[in-house]
C-alpha cells in the first residue's frame, strides 16, 4: 500500500531492485537515491527534517536506504545529438544495470541532488537554495518551497518499469523530462504519466533514441511479479547442464515461452495445458530439458537426512550422464522452468491435487500454490550462466527443503532477477552447498569458464 498519492514504489516479494541508468540529458551531475519512507510519517513533506532525514537514510548504504546513481562517474546506455532544444550531456562509462536489495512490501522514495553529492547535501542543509544543490524528490509534496501544488519531478511511462526525471525544478524546467531516465524493475511504482505534463514539443520519445530506449525497456521486463523467469540471449541458445539429483521421484523438467501467457492465468488447467504442449514441442516454443528417468546427473553424494534411498545405493542418482545439453529458443524471448516430480508431462493435465507427483512446479512463483517458492538460485557467475535448484515437493506438504531435487546449470540467458538465494530458503543443517559435494562439484563448476 502507497503512503502518497504520487512517486513512490513498493518493493516486491524478493527484495532484490534492478536499475538501469538509459539516458541522461541533464547538464548537472548529481547523485540520485533511493530512501525508505517507513518511519518517515511523522515528519511533514517539503521540510528540512524530511530532505535530512531522506539523505541520512540514503547514506546508510542499507534496507533503509541507497544511493543508486552517480551521474559524475557514470554514463547512460544512450545518447543522441537529434533533439534542438540541447546537446548531448551523456559522458562516462555505462556500467549496465545494478542490483539492489530492500526489504520485500517497504515503500521507497527517489531524491535526486543537482549538482553535487547526497553526502554534502546532508552536511550543509543552510546551502540547499545556492545553484546546482537543489534536492528534488519523486513524492511532489516533499520538493521544498515548490510553487506548484503538484510539483511532479519524476514521471512514469509505458509500464515497464521506466521512470523519467527533471533536474530543475519544475517552475524552472523545460518538461523534456528526459535528464535522468532509469528503468527499475523488482519495484510496483506509482507516479503520474509521462504523457499528462512533458512538453509535446520536446517528447524524446518522438526520436529514434526514444525508439530504441524503449524498444530496449520492454526487452528487458521479466515480470518481476513472479520471480523465476528467464531471458534468452543473443544467441538464441540455451545450454542446461543436469548437476545433481536429490529426489526419490523420476519426473521431468522442461522449459517453456512466455510469449502471449497472460500472467493472471498462471494458476488455470488452460495455463497447465499451455505449459504441457510447449515443453513436449521441441521447439521455440519448449523442451524438455531433463528426463530423470532415463538419463543421470553429474555429481552424486551421500547425505544424511535423505531418507528414501533405494537399497544398496547411497544416493538417489541413477541413469547416465548425457553432459550439456543445448536447446534453441528465440533470442530477446522470456521463459520459465517447470518440473512434474515423478512420471511425464502429459499426467500434470487433469491430474488430482492430492497426487503430489503429478503436480507441475515452476521456477515462477506466481505459477505455484500459493506463491510458494519451490526453485532457487544458488550461484550466478559473472560470465552470465546460473546454478539453479527445484524442490520436488509443494513448501505446504510434506518437504524437507533441501532444495536438492533437481540442480542444474543454465547458460545463455540474461542474469537472473528477483530470484530467492538457497541460503535464504534451505531448512537449516540441508545446506547441501556448505558441504563437500557444493563446495568442491557444484559450486565451482563455472569457475573453469570465466
Known amino acids: 500500500m502507497h503512503t502518497y498519492n504520487s512517486g513512490t514504489f513498493i518493493v516486491g516479494s524478493s527484495g532484490e531492485v534492478d536499475v538501469d541508468f538509459l539516458f541522461d540529458g541533464g547538464w548537472f551531475r548529481g547523485e540520485i537515491a533511493l530512501f525508505n519512507v517507513e518511519g518517515m510519517e511523522e515528519l511533514?513533506?517539503?521540510?528540512?527534517?524530511?530532505?535530512?532525514e531522506a539523505a541520512r537514510r540514503a547514506l546508510t548504504d542499507s534496507e533503509q536506504g541507497r544511493i543508486i546513481n552517480q551521474d559524475e562517474i557514470e554514463g547512460a546506455k544512450f545518447s543522441t545529438t537529434d533533439f534542438n532544444w540541447e546537446r548531448d550531456f551523456n559522458t562516462g562509462e555505462y556500467i549496465g544495470a545494478k542490483s539492489f536489495t530492500f526489504n520485500p512490501g517497504d515503500e521507497l522514495g527517489l531524491m535526486m541532488v543537482q549538482h553535487k553529492t547526497v553526502q554534502e547535501t546532508f552536511e550543509n542543509p543552510d546551502r540547499i537554495n545556492e545553484f546546482g544543490r537543489f534536492p528534488l524528490f519523486s513524492i511532489p509534496e516533499a520538493n521544498i518551497g515548490g510553487s506548484l501544488p503538484n510539483q511532479?519531478?519524476?514521471?512514469?511511462?509505458?509500464?515497464?518499469?521506466?521512470?523519467?526525471?527533471?533536474?530543475?525544478?519544475?517552475?524552472?524546467?523545460?518538461?523534456d523530462y528526459n535528464?535522468?531516465?532509469?528503468?527499475?524493475?523488482?519495484?510496483?511504482?506509482?507516479?503520474?504519466?509521462?504523457?499528462?505534463?512533458?512538453?509535446?514539443?520536446?517528447?524524446?520519445?518522438?526520436?529514434?533514441?526514444?525508439?530504441?530506449?524503449?524498444?530496449?525497456?520492454?526487452s528487458r521486463v521479466l515480470n518481476e511479479k513472479d520471480p523465476g523467469v528467464f531471458q534468452?540471449?543473443?544467441?538464441?541458445?540455451?545450454?542446461?547442464?543436469?548437476?545433481?539429483?536429490g529426489g526419490l521421484y523420476e519426473g521431468a523438467v522442461g522449459i517453456f515461452s512466455l510469449e502471449d501467457i497472460n500472467p493472471e492465468d498462471l494458476t488455470t488447467e488452460e495455463f497447465t495445458q499451455k505449459v504441457v504442449?510447449?515443453?513436449?514441442?521441441?521447439?521455440?516454443?519448449?523442451?524438455?530439458?531433463?528426463?530423470?528417468?532415463?538419463?543421470?546427473?553429474?555429481?552424486?553424494?551421500?547425505?544424511?537426512?535423505?531418507?528414501?534411498i533405494p537399497e544398496g545405493k547411497n544416493h538417489f542418482n541413477d541413469g547416465s550422464y548425457l553432459g550439456t545439453k543445448t536447446f534453441t529458443m528465440t533470442p530477446g524471448d522470456n521463459f520459465a522452468l517447470v518440473m512434474i516430480p515423478d512420471g511425464n508431462f502429459n499426467q500434470a493435465i487433469g491430474a488430482n491435487e492430492s497426487v503430489m507427483k503429478n503436480d507441475l512446479i515452476f521456477s515462477m512463483?506466481?505459477?505455484?500454490?500459493?506463491?510458494?517458492?519451490?526453485?532457487?538460485?544458488?550461484?550466478?557467475?559473472?560470465?552470465?550462466?546460473?546454478?539453479?535448484?527445484?524442490?520436488?515437493?509443494?513448501?505446504?506438504?510434506?518437504?524437507n527443503e533441501d532444495y536438492n531435487d533437481i540442480v542444474l546449470a543454465i547458460e545463455g540467458i540474461q542474469e537472473p532477477i528477483g530470484l530467492f538465494s538457497l541460503e535464504d530458503r534451505v531448512f537449516p543443517d540441508r545446506n547441501w552447498a556448505e558441504l563437500p559435494i557444493g563446495e568442491d562439484n557444484i559450486l565451482p563448476y563455472f569457475d573453469g569458464n570465466e
Request: without cysteine; charged residues 25%; negative net charge.
Open 277 to 308: 504442449e510447449r515443453v513436449q514441442s521441441n521447439s521455440t516454443e519448449g523442451h524438455i530439458v531433463i528426463q530423470d528417468s532415463t538419463e543421470g546427473a553429474k555429481y552424486s553424494a551421500e547425505l544424511e537426512w535423505e531418507q528414501a
Open 44 to 52: 511533514i513533506p517539503g521540510s528540512e527534517a524530511f530532505m535530512l
Open 232 to 245: 534468452v540471449g543473443e544467441s538464441g541458445e540455451v545450454t542446461i547442464d543436469f548437476l545433481y539429483d
Open 365 to 399: 512463483q506466481g505459477a505455484n500454490f500459493q506463491n510458494q517458492v519451490q526453485f532457487v538460485n544458488v550461484k550466478t557467475s559473472a560470465g552470465g550462466g546460473t546454478i539453479a535448484s527445484f524442490e520436488d515437493d509443494r513448501i505446504d506438504r510434506p518437504s
Open 179 to 218: 535528464d535522468v531516465v532509469l528503468q527499475f524493475r523488482g519495484l510496483d511504482s506509482n507516479f503520474a504519466s509521462l504523457d499528462e505534463y512533458i512538453n509535446p514539443t520536446r517528447d524524446f520519445r518522438d526520436f529514434p533514441v526514444g525508439e530504441n530506449l524503449l524498444e530496449y525497456a520492454e
Open 152 to 175: 511532479f519531478e519524476f514521471v512514469g511511462l509505458d509500464g515497464n518499469g521506466i521512470i523519467a526525471g527533471e533536474d530543475m525544478r519544475i517552475f524552472q524546467a523545460d518538461r
